[in-house]
């Protein structure tokens, strides 16, 4: 028998909220490296615009969920799963960060020359927007097992970052005159490299919410 | 690397390894019908226990036990022990009156006797024997301020204890518990008729003598239970109404990481 629904319609509108918060920060990301791709600095500003939006709503979901604990009391896993959608939204808010990093770098870097095509960094960003978007997926659907999988997964954008800094200071070796350029690259390849690890931690949170355990689940190298 | 944070960090407090009650495949009927059945429990001494459950589920009943309440049940029938530092207490050779001097109660509905506030609390050493008036003041004194009571009623302890609140009417007869110096409180639903903030002095009043006494507390109360217990045991009943042990542990490891499905329905309210 169901008798918290006023409870229950709420913990959903908080779900559907926190989706909407984290397709918000994906599309910030791919809009990111894009501009980075395409030298587009209008984009690049919109990133930025929009981080604001992404911020707002992590207010609002923060509210929400400060709302019910004040107001219903939640216990067991109920608490541990606002507690963990709290923790979750602070990592996506930061996720977010990470794409308005990129786009102002974006603009830092303005019309100069492209340094060499980009392979490995949308790579990353394929990795770290499909580990992000999945995780999500495992807090809605409960899953600490396959949260625990995203989180390894962490190893392939680490050894991305590994090969995309090889190279890069190889350019610088060869040329001091890209050091600039390839130093901006490597923030790039770094603030993806962060958004990944922060994956990693809203996994850890799902499988907190589910399990009751709180545990590092995987230890980046970065 | 695997960092796990051990329940154990989260229940802070230091409550007592030593067992102050043990029950041990407790059965009890009501003639016929099954109402506790093979519960076996350890209480631990200097700690707040509560039990929780839903209605009918047996915790007022279970809670009479461990001071032999139930004996004023006609048709009563217990199997299994309930022991108090080692022994039976439904042995032949217990003392029932002494019994309840060591195991005192606390009712749901502040019950003061229609006399003084000193008479009241004066009460159960002068039946047990003390006569000096000085012995007496000094208990009922020292009672009253282990209640929290004293300084609020001091000047007028002559008066009629029925002329107090609610709120300071249970906690005198949290007193007059206190002052045949009990090893066990067991107290039903103590703050079921009291206002939030005389509900919130009772509780930190628990918290205060679980320094030196053994706590065992049923509410009906979900947060009052977490507030307030080191331990906690989820009762529920059975199919046939027998009410059941589901789960005892830390009171943190109940609220936050329930083992057991049903505790968990229960305390998130899916059924209840």
């Given at each position: 028998m169901e008798i918290r629904t006023t409870y229950h319609r709420k913990m959903k509108e908080i779900q559907n909220d926190l989706l909407m918060m984290g397709s918000m920060v994906e599309k910030a990301i791919y809009q990111s490296v894009n501009a980075l791709k395409e030298r587009d600095i209008d984009l690049a500003n919109r990133v930025i615009a929009d981080d604001k939006k992404v911020d707002m709503k992590r207010f609002e979901i923060e509210d929400k969920c400060i709302q019910l604990i004040a107001t219903q009391q939640p216990m067991a896993s109920d608490l541990r799963t606002i507690i963990s959608v709290i923790n979750i939204i602070s990592e996506v808010e930061r996720i977010g960060d990470h794409a308005e990093g990129i786009a102002k770098i974006v603009i830092m870097i303005g019309?100069?020359?492209?340094?060499k095509p980009l392979i490995d960094i949308p790579r990353m960003t394929e990795k770290t927007v499909d580990m992000l978007h999945r995780s999500l997926d495992t807090f809605v659907n409960r899953d600490s097992e396959t949260a625990i999988k995203i989180a390894a997964e962490d190893d392939e954008v680490d050894n991305l970052y590994d090969q995309i800094f090889r190279e890069l200071i190889s350019f610088m070796v060869e040329d001091p005159r890209t050091i600039t350029r390839a130093t901006r690259l490597i923030w790039v390849a770094h603030n993806l490299e962060r958004s990944a690890d922060r994956v990693t931690n809203i996994c850890e949170r799902v499988v907190y919410m589910v399990t009751g355990k709180m545990e590092e689940i995987n230890v980046s190298k970065y | 690397m695997k960092v796990d944070i051990d329940n154990e960090i989260l229940v802070k407090r230091d409550i007592?390894?030593?067992?102050?009650m043990a029950v041990r495949d407790l059965n009890l009927y009501y003639g016929d019908f099954q109402?506790?059945?093979?519960i076996s429990l350890d209480i631990p001494e200097r700690s707040i226990t509560a039990i929780i459950g839903p209605s009918g589920c047996g915790k007022s009943t279970f809670l009479r036990v461990f001071n032999r309440?139930?004996?004023?049940?006609?048709g009563v029938r217990i199997e299994g022990s309930i022991e108090l530092d080692g022994i039976?207490?439904?042995?032949?050779?217990?003392?029932v009156v002494e019994l309840r001097k060591r195991v005192g109660m606390v009712f749901q509905k502040p019950n003061p006797f229609p006399m003084s506030i000193f008479e009241n609390v004066a009460y159960g050493p002068r039946r047990h024997g003390i006569k000096n008036r000085i012995e007496l003041e000094n208990i009922v004194e020292r009672s009253l301020k282990q209640a929290a009571l004293w300084e609020e009623v001091e000047s007028k302890i002559?008066?009629?204890?029925?002329?107090?609140?609610g709120g300071q009417q249970q906690r005198l007869c949290i007193a007059r518990v206190l002052a045949v110096e009990p090893e066990v409180i067991l107290m039903d639903?103590?703050?079921?008729?009291?206002d939030p903030v005389a509900t919130l002095r009772i509780e930190e009043l628990m918290r205060n003598l679980s320094e030196n006494y053994t706590i065992v507390i049923v509410t009906h109360n979900m947060q009052q239970a977490a507030r307030a217990s080191d331990m906690a045991a989820f009762l529920m009943m059975e199919d046939d109404r027998a009410g059941i042990l589901v789960e005892y542990g830390p009171t943190a490891e109940i609220f936050t990481?329930?083992?057991d499905k049903r505790t968990e329905d229960y305390i998130t309210g899916r059924f209840g």
């Open positions: 019309d100069e020359p492209p340094l | 007592g390894q030593t067992t102050r109402a506790l059945r093979e309440m139930n004996d004023l049940i006609t039976n207490i439904y042995d032949r050779n217990i003392d002559d008066q009629s204890a029925l002329a107090l609140s639903e103590p703050c079921s008729a009291l990481n329930p083992k």
